[in-house]
């Protein structure tokens, strides 16, 4: 028994509410994004900590460098005053050494201090006090070598300059020690601010990772279960198409029997009605007048054309009916030379000229293919042009990819042989392309030409049941090419 489902439309794929997988790439890019944008300003903020924690090792350092330079500076005075007061030259030597000291400290804190203007111009101002002590105590030297000793030389002036000096040295180191810890206090502060902010700055990037990746977690969890509903709504609208077609299916067959059943019981009765009107005509036909007997023609001649209609149902029904399984490769070639040779007598009446080229071989039936070839050649004969010789061109290649995508019955990842007859017939109008495929449709009165009709829709259900198709292209009053699909036959 087959499921019943309820009619509804088309399942909704792409819900609004329902998370695009374009979404939720967006939101993984904005996580990786805050990851990324995290990653560089925790990096950025780490290298400002390293930056001021090495400045103030500087700072440091320079404070250390000015507080022996003014030990230095101490020591030379006190060997000054030792040597004047004394003479002793062991004076002389350790304030030899203690200027060496100083300057070797005064390079230092130069290179220090080099990118701080107000450091380096305090350091010029100390470098010449110093300069101006040592002038002062050099000539206090000499005095000394010359006279030895100093006495007369010392004076209240002298020790007053000595003092002046003393103190603006003591000054301009001050000086130098406070704008240093003025550049320590602003170091300091610029490190803990950095210190601090790094901690906010990672934890709050974090939170918005954290909660972009949830969210694209929870838009991905959204997503396959979207997807699941979605599935199954296919998968059920899949059944329920496969149902129909189940359906279709069923009542194509009893179509096809029917129409096989109907056509096969009523050549019974056609049958006799030609016997009797031929009997009739045999026993009679001295007692009818002229008349009578073209009413008992007409019956005759309708009797005819019904029982040819019948057969052509019969065969149409039994194209659909049969299957592939004795299926083989046939010869193309062999199948048009015997097709050729049945139309003989009508090939050399209507003068035709029929070029064929090479054939390829193909998976299929001979009396299938025998009935396509004679239907179209006989098609491209009984529509030529008055007093003009058919010519009929059959060819044959490989169909491109764009011509076997214009039919959407065919498998597109499938190669097809591509089949051509082509004429130059009286052609028809292209709006009626598709008709003349239909179960006995006509362009043409009976009377202008003779037939039932069907030929081309037993051509085309034969050729779909192996998997191809066919189709026509004319120019009216120039000719017309019916050309069909097959796939080509793989080992």
Known sequence: MRKKFPKSGNPQLNDQSTPSMKRIKIYAIISLILIMVGSGVSYWTSQRISFYTSALMETQDVLQRTSELYASILERETNIRGFVITGDEDFLTNYQQSLIDAQMLLDKLNDLTSK???????????????????????????????????????????????????????????????????????????????????????????????????????????????????????????????????????????????AYVASHDLQEPLRKITAFSDLFMEQYADKLDGEGELYLNRITVAANRMRRLITDLLEYSRAGRENNEDSKVIDLEEVMETVLDDLEIAILEKKATISVEQLPQVLGKETEFRQIFQNLISNSLKFSKQDVPPKIEISSRIATREEVLKFPILDSETEFHLISFKDNGIGFDEDYSEKIFAIFQRLHGREAFEGTGIGLSISRKILEKYNGTIYATSVKGEGSTFSFFLPVVTS
């Open 116 to 258: 701080n203007d107000t450091q380096q111009k305090n350091l010029e101002v100390l470098e010449e006090l110093i300069k101006d002590r040592v002038n002062t105590f050099e000539s206090t030297v000499n005095y000394f070598n010359e006279n030895g000793s100093l006495e007369g030389f010392v004076d209240q002036s002298r020790v007053s300059n000595a003092l002046v000096g003393y103190r603006s040295i003591k000054q301009t180191v001050t000086a130098i020690n406070d704008e240093e810890n003025r550049v320590f206090v602003e170091r300091n502060r610029s490190l803990l601010n950095n210190i601090n902010a790094l901690p906010f700055i990672v934890g709050l990037i974090s939170l918005f990772s954290i909660s972009v990746g949830l969210i694209t977690l929870f838009s991905i969890f959204h997503y396959n279960k979207a997807q699941k509903i979605a599935s199954r709504r296919i998968q059920l609208y899949q059944e329920k198409l496969q149902d129909q077609l189940y359906l279709l299916d069923d009542s194509n067959k009893e179509l096809e029997q029917f």
